[in-house]
């Protein structure tokens, strides 16, 4: 879709082997690239491909070793953010960078760096006109969110609305074409806001260009008129999203063809005593009367929006909130005064959502964290056994391709992926294992980690664990899972065994909403 | 349209590569050894423009004032490692000192057991508070160093206790030594390493430094947090409680404006010195002995050397910066607050 | 992934149900929020007032009202600048050891018994430049060399403190010879002592520069979070220089203000001065980590402690006793603070 004309003007940005290493790793390589007014550019890679490393040269988080950006055809040096936000570039992160004490209106303001414009007059702050402006912000993006509540009190979706909205406002700042990098924006997304922001982007492109990276391949082809893939570095394909398959794009992204497992759903037999038994579990205001059981070896996915409770539900199973009321039962003993290391005492694991923050301890060695709950033989009492400790890690290291293969290095210096991995391996290591509950286990996770998550999460199930995974997307559920559990409102709308009622992304959808 | 890779040069690549491995390492071994180094470079100066500072037993009489400030800084650097601090500690020294004081005598020698369990009791109730309320362990240690300081006040009465009678079964630990080290020095150094023993060793001291380090990430590996907690407040309290006596074994009285009186800063600089980080999950009990000595120094060289007594605190107050922006470890992007 | 294409549902009304429950449940919340605990703190106030009244007929008089609130002042000077430093996440010791070397330059300055010169105006000038000198260092070592505050305004304390003791010498006390400096500090004017209306002023300007100018509204920010302050492009380095100047700042016109009350000054003017602004700020409600809390909850802390010390002083109440009192008032008053939002995943420092 690159056409004759784009190409021969001026380009909004151009990179000229933009290059930068921390230590000994070089994270990108001699990267040259262009980008047009008018387009859509995907950005793909594995994690650790360098994708993160060159949004942070471009929004002046890094400085590069060499190579040069230019903007508008002259060159520049990003110094700080500042600069970069000067030039027109507008950022919205993977993780969400608002500032949760201050108004909508403020932090809309914000990105503009003084935070001029007609919102002061001496110095100080015209709140009405802030307001006013923010308003108008905010409905362009049809959103009709108050500007005067503070950002603390919105959902999570809200947020991302005021992400945005905040991310275009450099275009009414700065006048010239702006340069919108969206960071993976809808990796925390439900359904339906991916629409509106896929409709956001197509509008953008009126009057300036974007950088959208995603690991969703189908939401690339259908939103980006040109993709670039990074493998290692460097830049291996800079395509039209005409020209390439989806297949392709992973080949070129993972280096190997791509293998999607079906899984076999097997048959269940109900006089098993059930791994995980829950009945009418309540808690007011987030779910009520919840009942469900899950059998050894068997994947009950749960769907639902984000209000759903769903959340809420899977944590309270691993003792990490309270219940009201009701019961819970983990292969067959009731949960009494439950907290999480009773769950764990039990056999119960939980993934979180948030990796960096409650799945792991970043500043520990890998080996540390893979050991830190069931220690094994890495503890003899209360004593540590530091050597062996390491050669546990190792043999996980092995078996799930860990990179860099170095368990003594700070689990907080390793990408998403591998993250990801040593978190399931702190829960697999538990010979005991009997509720494995997975909260986004594939979130942010480009798709060769994913696949190992996923083949361990069987394997785990062959082993006889109970799994109750809260999935990214309807074919995540219908992928890993023989249950299908759909919440609204924080009770249970549907229930659904995949191998006998086959529901459809419909039926599912119809019981979410 | 794929695009040509262009090859870095080899060259610059691989001095790069060395360099950073030699900055790592480098920085490897200044984190383990540089609270020493830094002790000893300024004890070798103040011997050698001082000669007789040695001859006369300058180290003994670093080590016997440095004693008190050791345990009162291994405890300190336990709370530092899970995150929290402790300013109520030296109170509570004070507070058991003059308890010991006024028990000694009639309870001989049960007396220091019975104030080691209260002292320790005093910081247990601590770290129940901050467990259990969640309240930021600054503002409500603060307000327990106040109570502990009036407890201080009212139990002594406002006057110097003396020990009436037993206090042969104190002194000897600052009267007797090994090597010219004083017996109140090697406890605060047995302390030391039993400190560290449990933070490398131990499931307990691996679960304190997790605290530390993201104590969400802590929960949520099933470490029982409020329990750990109340352990190194509990220990804090423990090793004020092992400050006091080596007070009385020093001065054979208390009271609440005397000897210790002002322990809270020097112990909190000590563990500092030590390399441990104020904002949690890193420090090296062995290296906070280094830190205690330097923080014992820093007023006697000073005298030593021939400062005058009015320059005393500046000297001191630079020295804290420059000790600190020696030995900090600091990541790059860090948040400094 | 081509779902929510197929779906024939409209995303916006369906999704936004959900969000609206989540609003429903803020709002509840939200009415009270921010308003819960100052409207403790004025509670607890009244009370106090009330039974220090029945105490002891003095305690509620113009007079002991004038008294309060001049003592309420200098910790009240202190604590504005103290905000901001606790507003931003950071906190700052240095407080008596800023006062101490303001308070001795600027005594020595002026007319004293020790002679020397009387630089009148400058003399002023010279000691609130001291005091910023020491918050601008404060702020750049903070910054530059990357030490937290907690170390850098700790050794700046006795930095301070050092200079005071040398400045001070081994001479007698230089007490302040000019009566107008000495008298200028209680002489009431509109009922009330000039110090009084000094700190209300000041109170009231840093009220407006956090609510209405962009400096205040990035300390908010700052302390919210300084990574996306920093990644947003804002100045934060400057601003934290600026605000450890305005914390330096008023410690020193503390340490004036403490030398012209006692009409005369040693190095230690400050002392004590530290121990009661802090828990005043953490009383009045702004939180440690930063990024909530305000000028006026502080001075209301502020006026709490020192209704406390004042009525307790009036009640008859040994002085000893007094620090355990405030101490336990500071225990209570985060205690309650903190006993709603317990839960078991929170984190508190």
Known sequence: MTNHTVETATPTIRLVDVHKSFGSLTAVKAISLEIHRGEVVGLIGENGAGKSTLIKILTGIYQPDGGTIEVNGSEVKFRTPRDSVGAGIGVVHQEQSLFTNLTVAENIAMSNSSGSGTATRFGFLRWSNLYKSAEETLAIIGSKLNPKTRVGDLSFVDRQMVEIARAIRVRTSEGASPLVILDEPTSLLERGETQILEREIRKLKSFGSVIFVSHRLGEIMRICDRVIVMRNGEKVADRATSEVTEDELFKLMVGRESHSVVREHGALDRAETPALEVRSLSRKGHFSDLSLSVHPGRVTAILGTSGSGREEFCRAIFGAEKFDSGSLHINGVAAKNWRIHKAVKHGVAYVPSERKVEGMVGGFSAAENLTLVHPGTAAFGPFLRPWAQNKIAQ????????????????????????????????????????????????????????????????????NGTAVLLLADTLEEALEMGDDIVVMRDGVISGVYDVAIDDPSTLDLLEKMV | MTSTIIATEPAVDITKQSRARLAHRAGKFWRAGGPAVIFVAMFLVVAILTPAFLGGGGFTIVASSAAPILLVALGQALVLNIGSIDLSNASITLLGAILLALTLGPLGAVSPLVVLLMVTLFGAVNGVIVAFAQVPSFALTLGTFGIFQAAALVVSGATTVYVSQNAGLITPLYTSAVAGIPLTFVLGVVAAALAWFMLRFTRVGQGMTAIGKNESGAIFSAVRTRKLKIVAYSLSGFMAGLAG???????????????????????????????????????????????????ALVPIATAVIGIAAQAQNLVYGIIIILIVALTLTRSRNAIIK | ??????????????????????????????????????????????????????????FATLVNLQNILSQASLPLIIGVGATFV??????????????????????????????????????????????????????????????????????????????????????????????????????IAFLFPNVVWLAAALLIVATLVLRFTIFGRATLAIGNNEEIARSNGMPVNKYKVVIFIIAGGMSALAGILAAMQLGAVSNNVGSGYLFITIPAVVIGGTALSGGKGGMLQTALGVLLLTVLNNGLVLAGVSPDYQSALSGAILVAAIVAAAWSQRGRLRIAK
């Not at chain 1, 290291?397 to 170095?406: E, H, S």
């Not at chain 1, 009997?434 to 696949?451: E, I, K, N, T, Y």
């Not at chain 3, 005091?131 to 702020?139: C, E, P």
């Open chain 1, 395 to 462: 043999g996980w290291f092995d078996t799930l391709d860990v990179r860099p293969n170095n368990v003594n290095q700070e689990l907080d210096r390793f990408s998403g992926g591998n993250q990801q991995k040593v978190v399931l391996a702190k829960w697999l290591s538990n010979p005991n294992l009997r509720v494995l509950v997975l909260d986004h286990p594939l979130r942010g996770l480009d798709p060769g980690a994913a696949q190992t998550v996923n083949e361990q999460i069987k394997a785990a199930c062959k």
């Open chain 2, 245 to 295: 006596i080596t007070i009385i074994a020093q001065a054979g009285s208390a009271s609440s404006t005397g000897l210790g009186s002002d322990l809270l800063l020097p112990g909190i600089a000590a563990a500092i010195f030590g390399g441990t980080s104020i904002s949690g999950g890193v420090t090296n009990p062995l290296n906070v002995i280094f830190g205690a000595l330097t923080v």
């Open chain 3, 86 to 187: 606790i507003l931003i996440g950071s906190i700052d010791l240095s407080v008596e050891g800023v006062m101490g070397a303001a308070g001795v330059v600027f005594v020595l300055l002026s007319a004293n018994s020790r002679g020397g010169h009387d630089l009148g105006i400058w003399a002023w000038v010279a000691a609130i430049a001291i005091g910023i000198a020491l918050g601008a260092a404060n702020g750049l070592i903070l910054t530059r060399i990357k030490l937290p505050s907690f170390i850098v305004t700790f050794g700046m304390w006795f930095i301070g403190l050092g200079i005071a003791t040398i400045l001070y010498g081994t001479d007698a006390l230089p007490s302040l010879t000019n009566d107008a400096l000495t008298t200028w500090v209680s002489h």
């Open chain 3, 1 to 58: 992934m081509d779902i929510t294409l197929k779906a024939e549902h409209d995303p916006m009304t369906t999704d936004t149900t959900a969000i609206r429950l989540h609003e429903e449940t803020n709002s509840r919340r939200l009415r009270f929020r921010g308003k819960g605990e100052p409207l403790a703190l004025i509670g607890a106030l009244i009370v106090l007032i009330s039974i220090f009244s029945i105490l002891n007929p003095r």
